[in-house]
C-alpha cells in the first residue's frame, strides 16, 4: 500500500528532529514536509508544541488548569506546514489533517514558496537528490533529514560527493541505526539523521541600515559644533536614503505592473494581493506566500478567462477549482501544469457542459413560478421545462452615475447560459455576442439615466431577445424556436424524465 518506498517516519525519530527546531516553530517558522506520505513527522509538531505551552506553566497551575490550556493550546495552535506527496490517497490524507499539499515531484518542484524549515524523509533509494534539492529552494534556514547510512558512506557518484561537501561545511550527522526496523513499514537499513543551517549574508527579505537614534532638537547641543554637525548629517542622510528609496521603489512598482499588467490589464490585482498578504501576514516570508497564494488565483482566473479553456470552464468548474484550491494549496503555474489543465477539461468537456446545462436548467427554473411549464406526455407529473421567456431578478442595477451595469456577481452565470447554447447549437463561444457583451453595449448607447427619463430597454445576443428595468429585473427570451426546444429535451435526459429513458 501507498508504493514501496513508503516508510513513515516512527514518532520517537520524528520528535528527535523536531525538538531542536520547536522555538523557531512557536515564532511563526513555515514549514516544508517533501515526500511527506501521510505527514507523520508534522504530526508530531503540534502536541510537542502544546506540551512544550502546558509544560512551561506546570509547576504554577492545577492539573485542570493543566488540561485548559491543553485544550486551548490545541484549539489556538495551527501549524503553518505546506507539503509535497506524489501519492494522491496520501495527499487526501494530507489535506484531511489540515496540512497544504503544494506539489506532487519534489524533485520537479518550481514553485516560489519561501520556508524557513524542511522536515524531511525522503525515498532511501534518491535521499542524496531530495536532500540537494531541498538545500537549493531554502534561501535561509535549517533541514534535518534521514537518509540511508550508504548514501553518506559510499559517496561514489557527483551528487553524494557534493552532499558530503555540503555537510561538512553547513551541518551534521547523527547515525540512528535501524530505527525503522519496528515501525509500520519496517526495514533494516541503517539510517542517518542530517541536520543543516543555510546561511546567507544578503538576506532575501532583509534590508539593513544603522539607523541614527531619533533626538529632539532639545537634545543637541547646538555650542559644540561637532554634535550638530553629525545631527545635520544624519538627517541629510535619512533624507537622501529617503529618495534614493523612493527611485528603486518606482522602479519595482514599474516593473510589477509590467509584468502583472498580462494577467489583470492593471496593478490592481497586484494591489488587491498586496493588501491581503500584508493584512495576514506575520513575517515577511508570510506576507510574500500569501501574496503568491493571491496572485497565483488570479493567474489561473486570466488562464480559465483568455485562452481557449473559456470555452469550457463553466462557473461550476470554478467554484469547484478554488474550493479545492483553497484546501489544497494552488496547483503551481506552469507551462506544463497548464497544458495539462488543458488535456484534462477538453477530456471531459461533454461531461462538464451537460452539468452546466443542467444547472442553467435549474437556475432558469428557480427564479419565478412563470419559468416552468409542465410538459405533457413526460415521465413524471414533477416534470417541467423551461418557458421560452425566462424572468432573471437582479441581474442588473443601476450605479452611483446612473448607469446600467451587469450585476458582477452573475457575470459567470450569463456566460454559463451562452456555453451551453453554444454547446447545443455547435457554434463557438468566443464567436459569438454574449448577452453580457451585448448588454454593456446597450448600457453604453444609453448612457446616464436622469428621473424620470426613458430609455430604450431592449437588447438581442446570439441567442436572446432581452428586456431590462430600474429595479433589476431582467427578462430574455430565446430568439430560436427550436434552439429553445433542443435545451430542454437535452435537460429532461439528463434529469431521466423522458419517456422510456
Not at 542530517?194 to 546561511?199: A, S
Not at 497564494?293 to 461550476?316: C, I, N, P, Y
Amino acid at each position: 500500500m501507498f508504493g514501496t518506498q513508503f516508510y513513515p517516519t516512527p514518532t520517537d525519530v520524528a520528535e528527535l528532529m523536531i525538538t531542536p527546531y520547536l522555538d523557531k516553530i512557536k515564532g511563526g517558522a513555515l514549514v516544508l514536509e517533501p515526500s511527506a506520505g501521510s505527514g507523520a513527522i508534522l504530526d508530531q509538531i503540534q502536541p510537542m508544541w502544546v506540551e512544550s505551552v502546558v509544560g512551561a506553566a506546570q509547576e504554577r497551575m492545577s492539573k485542570r488548569d493543566a488540561a485548559d490550556i491543553r485544550h486551548y493550546a490545541n484549539k489556538s495552535y495551527k501549524i503553518k506546514a505546506y507539503c509535497i506527496e506524489p501519492d494522491a490517497e496520501l495527499q487526501q490524507i494530507l489535506i484531511g489533517k489540515g496540512y497544504r499539499v503544494i506539489g506532487e515531484d519534489f524533485l520537479q518542484y518550481r514553485g516560489h514558496y519561501s520556508f524557513d524549515l524542511i522536515l524531511m524523509n525522503p525515498p532511501f533509494a534518491q535521499g542524496d537528490k531530495h536532500l540537494l534539492k531541498a538545500w537549493g529552494i531554502l534561501d535561509e534556514g535549517d533541514i534535518c533529514c534521514l537518509l540511508n547510512r550508504e548514501t553518506l558512506d559510499n559517496p561514489h557518484t557527483e551528487a553524494r560527493q557534493l552532499l558530503r561537501r555540503i555537510i561538512e561545511q553547513n551541518g551534521e550527522v547523527m547515525y540512528l541505526g535501524q530505527c525503522f526496523k519496528d515501525s509500520r513499514h519496517a526495514t533494516d537499513v541503517d539510517v542517518a539523521m542530517v541536520r543543516l543551517k543555510k546561511c546567507t549574508e544578503r538576506k532575501r527579505f532583509e534590508f539593513s541600515w544603522d539607523r541614527p537614534r531619533e533626538r529632539d532638537f532639545e537634545e543637541v547641543d547646538f555650542n559644540n559644533q561637532v554634535a550638530k554637525a553629525d545631527y545635520l548629517q544624519a538627517l541629510e542622510g535619512s533624507f537622501s536614503g529617503t529618495v534614493a528609496a523612493l527611485e528603486e521603489y518606482i522602479k519595482a512598482k514599474e516593473k510589477l505592473h509590467t509584468f502583472a499588467a498580462t494577467f489583470s490589464g492593471t496593478y490592481k490585482g497586484v494591489g488587491d494581493a498586496l493588501e491581503v498578504a500584508y493584512k495576514n501576514g506575520k513575517t515577511k516570508k508570510e506576507v510574500f506566500n500569501l501574496f503568491i497564494d493571491e496572485f497565483k488565483m488570479q493567474a489561473w482566473e486570466h488562464v480559465f478567462r483568455k485562452t481557449k479553456l473559456s470555452q469550457v470552464v463553466t462557473s461550476g468548474v470554478k467554484e469547484d477549482w478554488e474550493k479545492n484550491s483553497k484546501v489544497q494549496g494552488m496547483l503551481e503555474f506552469t507551462a506544463e501544469n497548464m497544458e495539462g489543465l488543458f488535456d484534462i477539461l477538453f477530456l471531459n468537456r461533454q461531461e462538464i457542459m451537460e452539468r452546466c446545462l443542467i444547472e442553467v436548467f435549474d437556475r432558469m427554473t428557480s427564479y419565478d413560478k412563470k419559468n416552468k411549464i409542465h410538459w405533457e406526455g413526460w415521465k413524471t407529473n414533477d416534470a417541467y421545462k423551461v418557458n421560452r421567456k425566462v424572468i432573471m431578478p437582479h441581474y442588473v442595477n443601476m450605479n452611483w452615475s446612473s448607469r446600467f451595469e451587469v450585476e458582477w456577481r452573475k457575470r459567470e452565470t450569463l456566460d454559463d447560459i451562452d456555453k451551453v447554447m453554444c454547446m447545443l447549437s455547435g457554434k463557438r463561444f468566443e464567436n459569438i455576442l454574449t448577452i453580457e457583451n451585448a448588454l454593456k453595449a446597450k448600457f453604453e448607447e444609453i448612457g446616464p439615466i436622469g428621473v424620470g427619463q426613458s430609455f430604450d430597454n431592449k437588447a438581442e445576443s446570439e441567442f436572446f431577445r432581452m428586456k431590462f428595468w430600474k429595479k433589476g429585473t431582467f427578462h430574455i427570451e430565446f430568439l430560436d424556436e427550436a434552439l429553445w426546444a433542443k435545451f430542454n429535451q437535452t435537460a429532461a435526459k439528463g434529469k431521466n424524465w423522458l419517456p422510456g429513458g
